[in-house]
């Protein structure tokens, strides 16, 4: 028995994404029967994807519809799910701003983050469109700022929202490291927010594993650092770092965790290849972002191969096991109640507890056919509470408070408070040439100074030194 | 009429501080007849302070009695009301400190907090000792740190608590500046935390004042930062940097705010010249700190020099006017129901909205026979809750959880999260140095690194450059 859906895809343009949950919906008989709308505002990657989409389905002989559309409005028409992967903010954009940083002494952009603005706009379009078109939907939010925007959505709009992730499965990462070979015998929490979660459970097969975690850290730790060579720029959840945050926070950090934070991992090249793996000292580098790039491209140009050759088989180039991703197993819990635990992001109301009703917290839920329901986790230990999370909240209030009112000094702020800020004005200089930079006609536009405001932009003039 | 009372006072050698508060009680008739007992371990201080005291009553005719002793036990003794001035902090031990951390780079200290601790400790020794003694006495608590400590008291003792600071006067020096001469025609509020208050409102007969400080500045403001000579060190009511945190956050910040957070004003010497007056660049500097405690040691010296010659008029001496200082008038409000407002400490319970209940914030509060009434105040605004109070509480949270745990790591954190430190290796040389320094055996005792944290004593070993 199946219940057929239609479920809308924006920005499916992201080729892997896209067919991994083309593979997915093929391989659950319940949803069969599906409407899958593709959506992107670049219609040669749309039409790459909805061409492999469908040709792969056909081969696999899955009983599946698509259509694709660069317009928003026609996909989100009589949908029943919507998933949004779309980034207003392109990776060269993103260099750009990080090379012009790096003039002003930041090493690779310094982590600020006025690229999530765009982002959060694009978010408010979407759940706009859907109150109009198809208030009932549910809405899975797959792209960043999964937190921040997720929170956002959640205060403003009416739309049923649930963010996702794939950052929790470096739980699997430690367990594969520890030797744990039948994964279905790992029970775990890592709950927090989005890119900032941490393991309070580590069971293996019903025993507690941190202590296993503790012998390797003892026995191979050193070793492992001084000699592992990294496959993928994101390996680091065993890495010296996350070793090193889990000796300073008391909770081994999960994902995504480790990329954020404690600043003093991320200064220069030399200092992040000392915390993170060879050879390229973790993914926020001058090395990896360009080879992570890359591969993204390489990926497209394989696809791009695969659309102009129809004698190839699809299910050979892409296999046909199930990803891990779990928007479709959502779905299929959702629509058919087949029940299950998932790692999602969705505002808190008490199952975090410390953490505001109305901050959205990434912790695992039973998800069926009554909806997503979280569950209410053993707290976090006050020390992280109060370094880590907290923190990060108010971080969070603070940028959808400038999203909202357009203060320009808000954004400023985040300049001077940046660890690799030095002095006024550095700050300044490197915060003004950033508005001013191509492609942030629209951010400059929003955030505006405020009157009195050109007090701030006077830069500070010390005596000369004797 | 009057009510006697035994007013005891902790830290009675602060000279200044405890003949204004005799002065104040000199001169408040309605507390005629009281006992005041004077407590400091440092005996000879509390002898001059003893009769100094004694000497000034009886020069006003007025009808108090006196006592001085080292034991706290004694001094708290059927008390009614205990003054907590007492530091256990030298400024000699913080000197030390302070020089240590310039060898490392740290401008003046770089505003590490380490010292609070031992003050901590102290403050929770006298609830302990009052809890035993005279446990339905007010401490009204006027040394530092007062907003961490009134936190930490209140959350775990059954004392009444008011702490008290001078930072609001800051008001009237604005009003000062502006002209306005009969200050009792100014309302004002400007609630917070202490050190971290905000002008929220600020009428001079009825009308709101913000606009004549706005027209000061256009105005008067350049030409005020470039000529104007302090007389205190702690005259930055009206500095550049304050109008600049005006600009920058909205509000007015009062009295010490401008001294903590936005660690741009203070990072070198000619910068902090820039933004606060000469010739010191405000209180916390290498120039202002050695003449702001000589000029104590001076008033000491006078004082002594009055002890031992009785001929002079002490009337002459100090004036026979009343303080600013808030506890004696409190006092009175609460023993004779002579009703006042005034600026308090005490737990939040939803005076200032967005501030959790059991933290102590600083609010206006009607006082009398029946208590200390904090009046719920309109909320700060959302950028203020957000940059500069709330990140203050999730700070306070941190130092009472190490302070309770006695968690080493979270002293390291302060010192990595510092804004002076650059590197993960410089943190870790001054925070050593530091937790051996002389006088911090006890400091060090009490804070331990927990098990497996060694790794976090291993410095950074990067490549050499090639």
Chains 1, 2 share one sequence.
Request: aromatic residues 10%.
């Amino acid at each position: 028995m199946s219940t057929p859906i239609k479920l809308t895809v924006i920005g499916a343009g992201s080729a892997q994404f896209s067919l991994g949950l083309v593979k997915d919906i093929c391989l659950t008989e319940s949803l069969s029967g599906s409407l899958i709308s593709f959506m992107d505002i670049d219609p040669d990657r749309l039409d790459m994807i909805h061409k492999l989409g469908a040709r792969y389905a056909n081969e696999l002989g899955a009983d599946l519809r698509f259509e694709s559309t660069t317009d928003r409005h026609d996909a989100l028409q009589d949908a029943d799910f919507v998933i949004n992967t779309a980034s207003a903010s392109s990776h060269q954009k993103q260099r750009d701003g990080r090379e012009l940083m790096e003039k002003y002494g930041y090493y690779h952009g310094g982590r600020m983050r006025q690229s999530n603005f765009v982002n959060l706009d694009l978010m408010l379009g979407v759940t706009g469109d859907m109150e109009e078109i198809c208030p009932d939907a549910w809405l899975i939010q797959s792209g960043n700022p999964v937190y921040q925007g997720c929170t956002l959505m959640t205060r403003t709009s009416s739309i049923k929202v649930c963010g996702l992730c794939h950052g929790h499965y470096g739980v699997h990462q430690i367990a594969r490291t520890l030797g744990f070979t039948d994964l279905e015998d790992l029970t775990w929490q890592a709950p927090g927010l989005n890119h900032n979660i941490w393991l309070t459970h580590f069971y293996y097969k019903g025993e507690d594993a941190y202590p296993i975690l503790e012998k390797w850290i003892a026995e191979e730790g050193e070793n492992y650092w001084e000699t592992h060579v990294a496959e993928r720029t994101h390996d680091i959840q065993m890495s010296r770092g996350t070793i090193h945050m889990y000796r300073m926070f008391g909770l081994m950090p999960i994902g995504d965790t480790p990329r954020r934070g404690a600043w003093w991992y991320h200064t220069d090249i030399d200092t992040k290849k000392w915390w993170f793996p060879q050879p390229w000292g973790g993914p926020d580098t001058h090395l990896a972002r360009p080879y992570f790039v890359e591969n993204l491209e390489k990926r497209v140009a394989q696809m791009t191969k695969l659309t102009s050759d129809p004698s190839t088989s699809l299910i050979e180039a892409f296999g046909s096991e199930k990803t891990h991703e779990q928007q479709v197993p959502i779905i299929d819990g959702l629509v058919n109640d087949n029940e299950g635990q998932f790692q999602v992001n969705v505002p808190n109301h008490g199952a975090l507890a410390g953490v505001p009703d109305d901050v959205v917290v990434e912790v695992p839920a039973i998800v069926n056919r009554s909806g997503i329901h979280p569950i209410r986790v053993d707290p976090l230990p006050r020390k992280v509470l109060y370094t880590q999370i907290m923190p990060e909240v108010l971080e969070m209030e603070r940028e959808l408070l400038a999203f909202e009112t357009g203060d320009r000094s808000l954004l400023f702020l985040d300049a001077l408070e940046c660890e690799q800020t030095h002095s006024y004005n550095q700050a300044l200089s490197v915060f003004e040439e950033l508005m001013e930079m191509g492609g942030n006609e629209k951010l400059s536009e929003h955030f505006m100074w405020g009157p009195g405001q050109e007090m701030l932009r006077q830069p500070v003039r010390t005596k000369e030194p004797a």
